[in-house]
């Protein structure tokens, strides 16, 4: 059997061409991903930056840490406390104390990097920087830059004031600075939850032990900083991770749905291979050829298939490895240090997924070799029968009804799951594998329904495409399966990111009552003074919020954050806000309560919760009002006495009655314009605050929509090629009967389309199925959107794809003609 496997793949090598690339280019993209994770692991700690050269770094409480029966668990602070002074007066004992202040400070104006980082002078040594050009800072408005986009004696108008440049500093390429004078700075960010020590760890270390030991407020959870760890004092230390999570996430995507679609290619390319081989199977079996024999033929077939494109894949994919890796750090989605390391196991795993993927998806169609009977071999009729088996039923329906049952089982438990990236990007993959089991079921409706108007114009083009499609159920389906995945992935997958995006800016602007909105700089907050100057405007009701974060124990084990916004009081958040309530009232919010939404464990109004505040302050609040869930953006709200020292960010206007919008908004500018802030209408702040995709979700279902694409373009070429060549006869009948070869390959053409039309339409049915589900599940938590089909997307899609198979057929016809014409003339 392996002899005649052998014989087989050099003599229908053009069948085994488009299943080798697949599996190729399958095993070559697990390959890259798997060293892509393996070098993500191992990736380096990254070492201290602003204090690379400070001997100890003395940071405040910035971590939450609450003992659970199941061990301590620990959340990052939204509000890190500052190091208490009676800390601090002992540490000056040690040896020299140096405060460390960072504030955002925007230039206005096209000039330099836009949004820079103050700090104290004071605190460029510990980096260190050195300066280069001009002196240090001595007045209020001189400071020293960074990198070279300003030079000594220039001016520069920021949301600070008009600076003076009086000396730059190299940059070192993790931040562009702005140092001030220490009073100066000390004046914009008078706060400083770290300092640095010029002491012995040891000695500081002690210090602080005895501070907790003294119980000094504010001492505990105090941290000693030193060698590596003085990374914990960097801005986001934690941006390496985050970030490789997130490629972690994009490889891991892309890595299923390769296996998927090559998965799916593969059994769809073998069945269509089987089915076109029934008469050579059937001389097989009068032969005396066992079905055991004929199984193991095509399984021999698939195993050299398999090995060979398996190892091929492994030499890309270890040549495409760094090519990738350098493009998603160029990108910004990768850390700059991100290198692919020496690693074998991701060759393995490729070579051996890439050969179970080809047995998985040969053993079906060796299935059914096995059961050709010798009379197939005397078949002259060309109308498929029996495309349907028993077992094609059973898994069909069995995938079918599985995605039924779950998506109403998420619909009734937790429509929120249905709104995860994990689930909208596998759950269409349940689907597309239904649909195209069931797909001869529905070929011929769906041919009769699409050609029903061609079918009826002048010329038997249109009756010739619908008879001769509809009698190839078993090529009809193999060229529509691969259609299918694409219009379905980019359906499903784009849509659901739209989807999600519409119900985000929905609920945003479903919550905006104000006519104004006045948001400080990034970063920062407006002081007590600036808050003044706009409730003074005349016209303006205003409701200034800050941003915060409180903390819950679910079920005596979960540390649980929930972002909050923290309002002076009921009655402005009221005028300005409407908030999605299922329960309770607004106007009951005070010091001593809580809004929360369906999420939390408890969310009963009048009940009372335990939580942290953004400092790590412990309190027991009453939940005065439950907001529905939505699609996770919706917080909870506390009053200002909660979120003490978290600064106003934002505040809300209403107009008063018989007010003058030009008049207020003119007055809301002057008086934030000096700080920087800035003023919009509720529409735009709306339009502008509504989340859209990060971009390594963009990066992820665009690498994912073009393996399946490419994987598209492989089978389609590869099936229309086998199954043009494979109709000498039908086209030598109609030159018989006097067609031109204008009207045999125009023939073709309708019928490639139609083929590509079914396909198209399955697809588009799964992608509705999947975007209907979404809805409905939108609907149940109360947010204000409808499902958004991204026909831009689809359209292209299926375009490309009829292109794809339209070419591929005319290129095999053609050649097939000509050759007949060279027979003929000898």
Same mark, same amino acid.
């Given at each position: 059997?392996?002899?005649?496997?052998?014989?087989?793949?050099?003599?229908?090598?053009?069948?085994?061409?488009?299943?080798?690339?697949?599996?190729?280019?399958?095993?070559?993209?697990?390959?890259?991903?798997?060293?892509?994770?393996?070098?993500?692991?191992? $990736?380096?700690?990254?070492?201290?930056?602003?204090?690379?050269?400070?001997?100890?770094?003395?940071?405040?409480?910035?971590?939450?840490?609450?003992?659970?029966?199941?061990?301590?668990?620990?959340?990052?602070?939204?509000?890190?406390?500052?190091?208490?002074?009676?800390?601090?007066?002992?540490?000056?004992?040690?040896?020299?104390?140096?405060?460390?202040?960072?504030?955002?400070?925007?230039?206005?104006?096209?000039?330099?990097?836009?949004?820079?980082?103050?700090?104290?002078?004071?605190?460029?040594?510990?980096?260190?920087?050195?300066?280069?050009?001009?002196?240090?800072?001595?007045?209020?408005?001189?400071?020293? /830059?960074?990198?070279?986009?300003?030079?000594?004696?220039?001016?520069?108008?920021?949301?600070?004031?008009?600076?003076?440049?009086?000396?730059? /500093?190299?940059?070192?390429?993790?931040?562009?600075?702005?140092?001030?004078?220490?009073?100066?700075?000390?004046?914009?960010?008078?706060?400083?939850?770290?300092?640095?020590?010029?002491?012995?760890?040891?000695?500081?270390?002690?210090?602080?032990?005895?501070?907790?030991?003294?119980?000094?407020?504010?001492?505990?959870?105090?941290?000693?900083?030193?060698?590596?760890?003085?990374?914990?004092?960097?801005?986001?230390?934690?941006?390496?991770?985050?970030?490789?999570?997130?490629?972690?996430?994009?490889?891991?995507?892309?890595?299923?749905?390769?296996?998927? /679609?090559?998965?799916?290619?593969?059994?769809?390319?073998?069945?269509?291979?089987?089915?076109?081989?029934?008469?050579?199977?059937?001389?097989?079996?009068?032969?005396?050829?066992?079905?055991?024999?004929?199984?193991?033929?095509?399984?021999?077939?698939?195993?050299?298939?398999?090995?060979?494109?398996?190892?091929?894949?492994?030499?890309?994919?270890?040549?495409?490895?760094?090519?990738?890796?350098?493009?998603?750090?160029?990108?910004?989605?990768?850390?700059?240090?991100?290198?692919?390391?020496?690693?074998?196991?991701?060759?393995?795993?490729?070579?051996?997924?890439?050969?179970?993927?080809?047995?998985?998806? $040969?053993?079906?169609?060796?299935?059914?070799?096995?059961?050709?009977?010798?009379?197939?071999?005397?078949?002259?009729?060309?109308?498929?029968?029996?495309?349907?088996?028993?077992?094609?039923?059973?898994?069909?329906?069995?995938?079918?009804?599985?995605?039924?049952?779950?998506?109403?089982?998420?619909?009734?438990?937790?429509?929120?799951?249905?709104?995860?990236?994990?689930?909208?990007?596998?759950?269409?993959?349940?689907?597309?594998?239904?649909?195209?089991?069931?797909?001869?079921?529905?070929?011929?409706?769906?041919?009769?329904?699409?050609?029903?108007?061609?079918?009826?114009?002048?010329?038997?083009?249109?009756?010739?495409?619908?008879?001769?499609?509809?009698?190839?159920?078993?090529?009809?389906?193999?060229?529509?399966?691969?259609?299918?995945?694409?219009?379905?992935?980019?359906?499903?997958?784009?849509?659901?990111?739209?989807?999600?995006?519409?119900?985000?800016?929905?609920?945003?602007?479903?919550?905006?009552?104000?006519?104004?909105?006045?948001?400080?700089?990034?970063?920062?907050?407006?002081?007590?003074?600036?808050?003044?100057?706009?409730?003074?405007?005349?016209?303006?009701?205003?409701?200034?919020?800050?941003?915060?974060?409180?903390?819950?124990?679910?079920?005596?084990?979960?540390?649980?954050?929930?972002?909050?916004?923290?309002?002076?009081?009921?009655?402005?958040?009221?005028?300005?806000?409407?908030?999605?309530?299922?329960?309770?009232?607004?106007?009951?919010?005070?010091?001593?309560?809580?809004?929360?939404?369906?999420?939390?464990?408890?969310?009963?109004?009048?009940?009372?919760?335990?939580?942290?505040?953004?400092?790590?302050?412990?309190?027991?609040?009453?939940?005065? $009002?439950?907001?529905?869930?939505?699609?996770?953006?919706?917080?909870?709200?506390?009053?200002?006495?909660?979120?003490?020292?978290?600064?106003?960010?934002?505040?809300?206007?209403?107009?008063?009655?018989?007010?003058?919008?030009?008049?207020?908004?003119?007055?809301?500018?002057?008086?934030?314009?000096?700080?920087?802030?800035?003023?919009?209408?509720?529409?735009?702040?709306?339009?502008?605050?509504?989340?859209?995709?990060?971009?390594?979700?963009?990066?992820?279902?665009?690498?994912?929509?073009?393996?399946?694409?490419?994987?598209?373009?492989?089978?389609?070429?590869?099936?229309?090629?086998?199954?043009?060549?494979?109709?000498?006869?039908?086209?030598?009948?109609?030159?018989?009967?006097?067609?031109?070869?204008?009207?045999?390959?125009?023939?073709?053409?309708?019928?490639?389309?139609?083929?590509?039309?079914?396909?198209?339409?399955?697809?588009?049915?799964?992608?509705?199925?999947?975007?209907?589900?979404?809805?409905?599940?939108?609907?149940?938590?109360?947010?204000?959107?409808?499902?958004?089909?991204?026909?831009?997307?689809?359209?292209?899609?299926?375009?490309?794809?009829?292109?794809?198979?339209?070419?591929?057929?005319?290129?095999?016809?053609?050649?097939?003609?000509?050759?007949?014409?060279?027979?003929?003339?000898?």
């Amino acid at each position: 059997m392996l002899t005649t496997a052998l014989h087989t793949l050099r003599t229908r090598r053009l069948a085994f061409t488009g299943s080798f690339i697949a599996l190729a280019l399958g095993a070559a993209l697990l390959t890259v991903m798997g060293l892509a994770l393996a070098s993500s692991l191992d $990736a380096p700690k990254r070492a201290p930056e602003r204090f690379a050269a400070a001997p100890v770094v003395v940071r405040g409480q910035d971590t939450l840490r609450v003992q659970t029966p199941s061990g301590g668990r620990t959340k990052e602070l939204a509000r890190p406390r500052p190091v208490p002074d009676a800390l601090t007066a002992r540490l000056k004992d040690l040896g020299p104390v140096v405060e460390d202040r960072s504030f955002p400070v925007h230039v206005r104006g096209d000039r330099g990097p836009g949004d820079l980082v103050g700090h104290p002078w004071s605190t460029a040594a510990f980096a260190p920087y050195r300066i280069d050009a001009g002196r240090a800072p001595r007045a209020s408005d001189e400071v020293v /830059v960074t990198g070279g986009w300003a030079a000594p004696g220039d001016r520069v108008r920021t949301d600070r004031g008009t600076l003076r440049v009086v000396g730059t /500093v190299p940059g070192l390429g993790f931040e562009d600075a702005v140092f001030f004078t220490d009073e100066r700075a000390t004046a914009v960010a008078p706060v400083s939850v770290q300092l640095t020590v010029d002491a012995e760890v040891s000695a500081v270390r002690e210090a602080v032990r005895d501070a907790v030991r003294d119980s000094v407020p504010g001492s505990a959870g105090v941290r000693v900083l030193a060698g590596d760890d003085r990374r914990y004092a960097d801005a986001d230390p934690d941006r390496d991770r985050e970030a490789l999570t997130a490629l972690n996430a994009l490889f891991g995507t892309a890595g299923g749905v390769s296996a998927f /679609v090559s998965v799916f290619v593969v059994a769809s390319t073998f069945a269509f291979a089987v089915a076109q081989r029934r008469r050579e199977f059937g001389l097989l079996r009068t032969a005396g050829a066992t079905p055991g024999q004929l199984r193991r033929t095509v399984l021999a077939e698939a195993l050299a298939v398999g090995v060979l494109a398996s190892a091929t894949g492994c030499l890309l994919g270890a040549y495409a490895a760094p090519h990738l890796a350098a493009q998603v750090v160029e990108e910004g989605l990768a850390p700059a240090w991100f290198t692919i390391g020496e690693h074998t196991w991701p060759y393995h795993m490729a070579f051996w997924t890439g050969l179970a993927v080809a047995l998985c998806g $040969a053993t079906a169609a060796a299935w059914r070799a096995g059961r050709t009977g010798p009379v197939e071999a005397l078949r002259e009729a060309s109308v498929d029968t029996g495309t349907m088996t028993r077992g094609r039923w059973v898994c069909g329906a069995g995938l079918l009804l599985t995605a039924l049952v779950t998506l109403v089982l998420a619909l009734a438990g937790d429509p929120g799951d249905l709104l995860h990236r994990k689930t909208y990007v596998t759950r269409p993959m349940l689907l597309i594998a239904a649909v195209a089991l069931l797909a001869p079921v529905v070929v011929r409706p769906s041919v009769r329904l699409l050609t029903w108007l061609p079918a009826r114009l002048p010329g038997a083009t249109g009756l010739l495409a619908r008879e001769n499609t509809a009698a190839g159920v078993r090529r009809t389906s193999a060229v529509a399966a691969p259609v299918l995945v694409t219009v379905a992935l980019a359906g499903s997958l784009l849509g659901a990111v739209a989807t999600l995006d519409e119900a985000k800016a929905a609920e945003v602007r479903e919550r905006t009552a104000a006519a104004f909105v006045v948001t400080a700089p990034s970063g920062t907050g407006f002081d007590a003074a600036t808050v003044d100057r706009l409730r003074a405007v005349p016209g303006a009701e205003v409701s200034p919020t800050s941003s915060t974060a409180v903390y819950a124990l679910e079920d005596g084990v979960a540390l649980i954050r929930s972002d909050a916004r923290a309002v002076a009081g009921p009655e402005a958040l009221t005028a300005t806000t409407r908030l999605p309530l299922a329960a309770g009232r607004v106007s009951d919010l005070d010091d001593r309560s809580i809004v929360v939404n369906e999420e939390w464990a408890e969310h009963t109004v009048g009940r009372s919760v335990r939580i942290w505040l953004g400092d790590g302050t412990r309190k027991t609040l009453r939940i005065a $009002a439950v907001m529905h869930t939505g699609t996770g953006d919706n917080g909870v709200y506390v009053t200002a006495a909660n979120a003490v020292g978290a600064p106003v960010d934002r505040v809300d206007v209403a107009l008063a009655d018989g007010a003058d919008p030009a008049a207020v908004a003119a007055g809301l500018r002057g008086a934030v314009t000096p700080v920087g802030g800035r003023v919009a209408s509720g529409d735009e702040w709306a339009a502008a605050a509504s989340p859209g995709a990060r971009g390594t979700t963009r990066a992820g279902l665009f690498l994912v929509l073009g393996i399946a694409l490419l994987y598209t373009g492989i089978s389609v070429v590869n099936t229309m090629l086998t199954a043009t060549s494979d109709r000498v006869r039908d086209l030598t009948v109609l030159r018989l009967t006097g067609a031109t070869d204008r009207q045999v390959l125009r023939l073709l053409a309708v019928e490639s389309l139609t083929v590509t039309a079914v396909g198209a339409l399955l697809g588009l049915l799964v992608a509705g199925l999947n975007l209907a589900g979404m809805a409905a599940a939108l609907h149940l938590l109360a947010v204000p959107a409808a499902p958004v089909l991204p026909w831009t997307a689809v359209t292209t899609t299926a375009a490309t794809c009829a292109a794809l198979t339209t070419a591929a057929s005319l290129t095999s016809a053609t050649l097939l003609l000509r050759r007949r014409r060279a027979v003929a003339r000898e």
